[in-house]
């Protein structure tokens, strides 16, 4: 498994306990993916197109994507033609190998926050509505200010019904600091947040926005805008914007990956409600058409309920049970 | 992008006029042109497969054998059956009761407090009467904060306990509309997974104590091929009576309606179309199998045309277009009528082909559009009839005429140009052209 090698060194390893609670959240996941892997093999025990087929079938069950699949099946096609695997158990591990290509590509992907060298490293966070923003931004602030760090929140959404109150009271949870201010605009309580961050030597910035549909242009524009603020009060800034992801969405996941991209450097996804039913195989897709890695999974709502993304996790975790089921 | 069912349609149509018959391997190219565009709009695999079964078997049969043209015929059927899956009439909710209680439930984010609001707001208006809120959901931070602020926004009163029980807060909200005189008990809850046991067993308990008129599944139409074990988990405890598809202002296809309808049969009774609280429409399937199609919203422009054009001359127009004989004199009259429709990029983008010809990403302004008035005005009537006799001199002399750039003028006549490239895929549909 050459490749598989290569890339799984540069993935630096996780505390165990960490390890174990984002298998806890997959569980649900992984079992129905893995035992339908297992079914398929047992069924199959030659690779034929019927074979094909039903892989086809599971990868898109999970939303990985029609031309991400198409395109890694055709992938795993050849390569069964070239290294003349003969039975479908031994092609497992190939697939795996294979999806773990088709994210990592042949690039270093870092799973870091690239914090600022001086002065407060600003994370921006955008998305569609109700995907889990200011709920990332209550757990991310756990996690930061818990490593020592002084967090400051800024509740920029100042749109959707009782969003403030609900950072404040995310705020209030995790012991940080929030602006906000009532009735203005989103750009005017950001220049106030950061003017504080500034003055008051805050480490880490989390900014919330308002949920909006990326075919919405004002709202757009809007983000656009608030971009242009942030960087005008501390040059380089935002260090970080995550785009929020819904583990549920379909195919429209990357629409929302191409447009965001479009008018926010967007340079990470956050995978959210992993804990349920929903495998989130669209970020796959998003990596492969739009290049955005995967930075955090949501795995609940509590407050420790962030991980950081581990693409060996994600799919080895998918299918490790493979071979206990048979 | 992806290219849209209606254009690889299209694609595929043009070959069979090639043709001149249907085949059945001409038949297979288009199901798998089907298939993609379905699974692209998260339609189920199953429901595909099932789909796809029944259209072959419906296109090999007599009737598009015999059709002169089997390519639409092939269309016609595909819509057809989707429709007929979405479930054919729309159904309406179920408000008697004294009072009528609604419960809205369904994932985390899904939109169920925004919908509660608007569906209070819409029953008010359709029947005059009283809603009452109710606030159940005591998890997430500030729901409670949200649902009030819209009650207020509204004038709907809310009726909270703070974060106590909810089972017991709706029993105790029931009683306080019956005392009070509300017509109708809207009560939104937390959102939740439809595997977790306890906070699904919750929402069993308060099923079993307020027994509502309607359980309403409020699911997010941009979810992917899970909608289909989210809608299996909530029916199976709570035998749901219908469900509010959500977010559809967005530019998802929205084909987890289409796992609601066929694998459950709930009805889909409300779709969810703006953040502003008269965002709510009831759900027509024929509409929605044209987008999940990918065919452009046609039914749509045809409706929302009607309102304001007039008639005979949309007719007329669309009549001349039919023959090919649509100019420029047809064209000035339709941008007056057009001028009525409100802002025009809205249109254009759901007419199929557009993003094909790059129209989906235009931006017209109405200095433009009188821009565009001024040169066809200062054409002869002759030139309006056949543009194809403008050539270089009579372009200087409309230039000068209308104030504006030979280069304008050149671009009015390209652009008409494409928009009889246009409407040619117009011609053998039975809708009329809104401009
Ligand atoms: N199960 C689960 N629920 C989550 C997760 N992350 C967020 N949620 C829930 O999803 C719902 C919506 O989350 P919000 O954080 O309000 O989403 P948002 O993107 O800020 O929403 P808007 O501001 O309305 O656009 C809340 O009920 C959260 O508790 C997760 O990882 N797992
Ligand atoms: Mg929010």
Known sequence: MGMFDKFKNLFQKDQKEEAEHYHIGLEKTRKEFTSKLNLLTLKHNRIDDSYYEELEDILIQADIGVNTVMQFIDQLKDRVKKENILNASDLKEVIVDEMFIIYVQNQIIVNKINYSENGPTVILFVGVNGVGKTTTIGKLAYQMTSQGKKVLLIAGDTFRAGAVEQLVEWGNRVCCDVVSKLEADPASVIYDGLEKAKNENYDVVLIDTAGRLQNKVNLMNELDKINKVIGKIIPGAPHETLLVIDATTGQNGISQAKSFQEITNITGIVLTKLDGTAKGGIVLAIKDSVGIPVKFVGLGEQKDDLRVFDIEKYIYGLFEEMDVEK | ?435
């Not at chain 2, 500030?142 to 106590?164: C, F, H, S």
């Not at chain 2, 941009?222 to 909608?227: I, P, R, W």
């Not at chain 2, 065919?295 to 929302?304: F, H, Y």
């Open chain 2, 1 to 435: 992008m992806f290219e849209n069912l209606g254009e690889r349609l299209q694609n595929v149509m043009s070959k069979i006029k090639g043709y001149g018959k249907i085949t059945e391997e001409n038949i297979s190219e288009m199901t798998r042109e089907i298939r993609l565009a379905l699974l692209e709009a998260d339609v189920n695999y199953k429901v595909v497969k099932e789909f796809i079964e029944n259209v072959k078997q419906k296109s090999l049969g007599e009737e598009v054998a015999k059709s002169l043209k089997p390519g639409e015929m092939f269309v016609k059927i595909v819509k057809d059956e989707l429709v007929d899956l979405l479930g054919g009439e729309k159904q309406d909710l179920n408000v008697i009761g004294n009072p009528a209680t609604l419960m809205l439930v369904g994932l985390q984010g899904s939109g169920k407090t925004t919908t509660i609001a608007k569906l209070a707001n819409l029953l008010r208006k359709k029947y005059k009467k009283k809603p009452l809120l109710v606030a159940c959901d005591v998890y997430r931070p500030a729901a409670i904060d949200q649902l009030k602020q819209l009650g207020r926004e509204l004038n709907i009163p809310v009726y909270e306990e703070g974060k106590e029980d909810p089972v017991s807060i709706a029993t105790h909200a029931i009683t306080y509309a019956k005392q009070n005189g509300y017509d109708y008990v809207l009560i939104d809850t937390a959102g939740r997974l439809h595997v977790d046991e306890e906070l699904m067993q919750e929402l069993k308990n308060m099923n079993q104590a307020i027994h509502p008129q309607e359980v309403l599944l409020v699911i997010d139409s941009m979810t992917g091929q899970d909608a289909i074990h989210v809608i299996e988990g909530f029916h199976s405890s709570l035998q749901l009576t219908g469900a509010v598809l959500t977010k559809l202002d967005g530019d998802t296809r929205g084909g987890a309606a289409l796992s609601i309808r066929h694998l459950t049969h709930v009805p889909i009774k409300f779709i969810g179309v703006s953040e502003k609280m008269d965002g709510l429409e009831e759900f027509y399937p024929e509409r929605m199998a044209t987008r999940i199609l990918g065919m452009g919203d046609l039914m749509s422009i045809v409706e929302k045309a009607e309102q304001v054009i007039d008639e005979e001359s949309a007719i007329k127009a669309a009549k001349k277009m039919q023959k090919g004989n649509f100019d420029l004199e047809d064209f000035l009259e339709q941008l007056n009528q057009i001028k009525k429709l409100g802002p025009l990029e809205n249109i254009i983008k759901m007419l199929p082909g557009a993003s094909k010809l790059g129209l989906n990403k235009v931006q017209i302004n109405p200095k433009d559009m009188a821009h565009l008035e001024a040169i066809i005005q200062s054409m002869t009537k002759e030139e309006r009839k056949d543009p194809f006799i403008i050539k270089a001199s009579r372009k200087i002399r409309i230039a000068k005429g209308s104030g504006r750039s030979v280069e304008e003028v050149n671009r009015l006549l390209k652009q008409f140009d494409q928009m009889k490239v246009m409407m040619k895929q117009f011609k053998n549909g039975k809708m009329k052209m809104p401009f």
